[in-house]
C-alpha cells in the first residue's frame, strides 16, 4: 500500500498564491512520476501538473503554464505546486497522484490522496 496525504489548500483572492504539498509513503520501492489534478464541482477531474522522479521532467496543463510550478524532494518523497496568480477558475479540490513500483515484488502502484480543497474568491 502507498498513501499519499496532500496539505497547503485553503481561501485566497484572486491573484494569490498557495502552496500544495503532497507526501508518499508506504511500501515504496520507486517512484515513476508525481503529479496534480484537480476537479470543479460538475466538472471531470482533469490533469493539472507531473514531474519524473528521477530526471525531474515537467509537464503543465495549458491553463497553468507559467502560473503553476511543480516540484519534488526525492529524499522525502514528496511533490510540491507552487500556484501563483490564482484565478477564480482554479477553484477546485486538488488530487495527488503517484506511480512507480511498491516493495511487494516490485509490484506497479498508482495511487491518488483524498484532495485537498482550493477557494479562488474576493
Known amino acids: 500500500q502507498v498513501q499519499l496525504v496532500e496539505s497547503g489548500g485553503g481561501l485566497v483572492q484572486p491573484g494569490g498564491s498557495l502552496r500544495l504539498s503532497c507526501a508518499a509513503s508506504g511500501r515504496i520501492f520507486r517512484i515513476n512520476a508525481m503529479g496534480w489534478y484537480r476537479q470543479a464541482p460538475g466538472k471531470d477531474r482533469e490533469f493539472v501538473a507531473a514531474i519524473t522522479w528521477l530526471a525531474g521532467s515537467t509537464n503543465y496543463a495549458d491553463s497553468v503554464k507559467g502560473r503553476f510550478t511543480i516540484s519534488r524532494d526525492n529524499a522525502k518523497n514528496t511533490v510540491f505546486l507552487q500556484m501563483n496568480s490564482l484565478k477564480p477558475e482554479d477553484t477546485a479540490a486538488y488530487y495527488c497522484?503517484?506511480?512507480?513500483?511498491?516493495?511487494?515484488?516490485?509490484?506497479?502502484?498508482?495511487?491518488w490522496g483524498h484532495g485537498t480543497q482550493v477557494t479562488v474568491s474576493s
Open positions: 497522484n503517484a506511480n512507480g513500483l511498491n516493495s511487494d515484488y516490485h509490484r506497479p502502484f498508482n495511487s
